[in-house]
């Protein structure tokens, strides 16, 4: 088994592009629901749920070290 080592200015990513900007299309989509709710805690969800989406893709990107 070979190990190939990436430059730290190169991230790797672990997910489909299509996965990735699924993820963050459905943040954006809890982010206006949360917006719109008036009922505090819907909106308490909805910015949970954009933050976990967001997590999500973000933890999708990978930095190897030297």
């Known amino acids: 088994m070979t190990y ?3 430059s730290s200015a190169d991230p790797v990513s672990r997910l489909a592009p299509a996965e990735h ?5 459905r943040a954006d ?3 206006r629901m949360a917006e719109k ?5 819907s909106k308490a969800i909805h910015l949970r749920f ?17």
């Open 4 to 6: 190939q080592s990436a």
């Open 21 to 25: 900007d699924y993820l963050l299309k």
């Open 29 to 31: 989509d809890h982010r």
């Open 37 to 41: 709710s008036e009922d505090p805690g």
């Open 50 to 66: 954009e933050e976990l989406y967001r997590e999500r893709a973000n933890a999708g990107l990978m930095v190897f070290s030297d």
